[in-house]
């Protein structure tokens, strides 16, 4: 067990569809992290928040939106949902990113019908 | 862009057997280099290797970090059916979590 926390597991939804995803870090880490890993694509890195703030954005689409609170946990949404979409939505967490190490939830899987 | 290439894609052994997978990177700021092992679901981590040369064990598995040739290898010996996972290799250039780049990994089934 990681550490962190992700909920839901599993998630069934139709295109056009809005839905939130949410995160725990690790107990004292600042940062939180958001990867999108699909059969085709690997792990894609989306998004990092480090204490509240937004630290680094990488393959993220605008219909996505992520948040930090100041409890430290993460919110990731994800709007007009489309078939595409479907990945299993992996939070990571560090203390703070200085060598690559990560801790990872156990994912959320996405499913757009 | 930073690129991280991972092979084989998929392997299939029998339990015993001594595997090796590849990993080698194109990046600009080279800081690290990390192996993750995946099961089911979360990625764990197994190894940060820094320094070339120099192996890093855990049990039966092994890595080592070729920086001149831009390269490493993760070996597991005596392979078991739980070593059974996708082994994903990440390289860290450094600058925030833009700078974690995953390879696509490599599947690894081991059967009895």
């Known amino acids: 067990d990681s550490g962190v926390t992700q909920t839901p597991k599993h998630l069934i939804t139709a295109t056009g569809q809005r839905v939130t995803l949410r995160c725990s870090p690790r107990?004292?880490?600042?940062?939180v992290y958001w990867y999108q890993q699909s059969l085709d694509q690997g792990l894609q890195f989306l998004i990092q928040?480090?204490?509240?703030?937004?630290?680094a954005k990488g393959n993220i689409l605008e219909r996505f939106s992520a948040q930090q609170f100041p409890d430290l946990h993460s919110e990731l949404n994800l709007s007009s949902l489309e078939l595409g979409d479907s990945a299993l939505y992996f939070c990571?967490?560090?203390?703070?990113?200085?060598?690559?190490?990560?801790?990872f939830g156990e994912g959320s899987r996405l499913t757009v019908l | 862009e930073d690129k991280v290439v991972q092979s084989p894609l998929s392997l299939v052994v029998h339990e015993g057997d001594t595997v090796t997978l590849n990993c080698s990177y194109e990046?600009?700021?080279?800081?690290?280099l990390l192996w993750y092992k995946q099961e089911k679901k979360a990625p764990t981590f197994l190894f940060m290797l820094?320094?070339?040369?120099i192996e890093k064990k855990s049990g039966r598995l092994s890595s080592i970090l070729d920086k001149k040739e831009l390269f490493s290898i993760l070996n597991i010996t005596a392979t078991q059916t739980g070593d059974s996972a996708v082994y994903l290799c990440?390289?860290?250039?450094?600058?925030?979590?833009?700078?974690?780049?995953f390879g696509k990994g490599t599947h690894l089934i081991i059967q009895p």
């Open positions: 107990s004292g880490d600042l940062s």
């Open positions: 820094t320094s070339s040369g």
């Open positions: 990571a967490s560090s203390v703070i990113l200085n060598t690559g190490e990560l801790f």
């Open positions: 990046v600009t700021n080279f800081r690290s």
């Open positions: 990440a390289v860290y250039s450094g600058g925030g979590a833009d700078g974690l780049t």
């Open positions: 928040y480090y204490n509240g703030e937004e630290r």
